[in-house]
């Protein structure tokens, strides 16, 4: 065990506390249902890894301490994710690098593919992107040399991933704009209105800072998001006005 910052970890990579958490993290970022605490703590308790399990056998399941009826329902549930879309800042997201969360994933993502990732990226290429310090960048060419077995892995394991990076025209209508989206939207689910929103040159943000250009206003606002646009001199337009000026 030692201390990083704040938190005491354990750097043991076969600790087996430590696998079934690595488990259950990957498979919930992935959207995979049935390895809760206790699925996970078995499969561990099997030494099987992150990989081990995505290649499972109905044999290695029994084994392990599965009944017939779940091993079936595991493997099932490890078919229906292989061949659902998945984005790929969830597969990156999901082999727990410290400090790379979804977004973060996205950010970086945008800017560099999973290929060139796992090809290798330095530091120095990584703290020069916005949002990523010094400290951050460290820690994140550290767990792609760390994890490039398993990302590689997940890259080849999925049907289809689908591409943060997008490739944009120059006069697209959002080029050089950052948007945050609140309220409910009537033009599709957030997600894909975000994911439009990014095909069309934008960032979208979570919150509205200095930076942000446009505040998107669906139903049900509260005032606190548009007052602080206005303090901070962001545009906030309708929904409807957003769709009209993207038409």
């Known amino acids: ?37 206790k ?34 329902n595991i493997l099932a549930e490890i078919k229906r994710i292989k061949a659902a879309q998945i984005d790929d800042f969830k597969v990156l997201a999901s082999v727990g690098i410290h ?20 090809q290798g990226v330095s530091e120095a290429q990584i703290s020069a992107l916005s949002g990523f310090a010094d400290t951050k960048a460290a820690a994140i060419t550290t767990g792609l040399e760390k994890h490039n077995a398993l990302l590689t892995f997940l890259v080849g ?3 289809t991933v689908v591409k943060s990076k997008l490739d944009i025209a120059t006069d697209a209508p959002l080029v050089g704009k950052n948007v945050v989206f609140t309220g409910t939207l009537s033009s599709g689910s957030r997600n894909d209105v975000e994911r439009k929103a990014e095909e069309l040159g ?21 005032a606190s998001k548009t007052n602080k646009a206005a303090g901070l001199g962001v545009k906030v337009i309708s929904e409807e006005d957003y769709l009209t000026m993207i038409a």
């Open 1 to 37: 065990m030692v201390w990083q910052g704040d938190f005491l970890n354990c750097n043991n990579d076969v600790c087996e506390g430590r696998l079934a958490s690595q488990l259950e993290f990957l498979t919930k970022t992935l959207g995979m249902d049935l390895i809760g605490g």
């Open 39 to 72: 699925a996970a703590e078995k499969l561990a308790k099997a030494g099987v890894d992150c990989i081990g399990l995505l290649s499972i056998t109905d044999d290695t399941l029994l084994k392990a301490g599965f009944g017939a009826g779940q091993s079936a």
């Open 99 to 118: 400090t790379l969360g979804r977004r973060a994933s996205k950010s970086l993502l945008s800017e560099y593919p999973l290929d060139v990732l796992l």
């Open 157 to 159: 394991f999925f049907d």
């Open 202 to 222: 934008a960032k979208v943000q979570s919150n509205v800072n200095s930076k942000t250009h446009f505040l998107i206003c669906g139903a049900n606002v509260g």
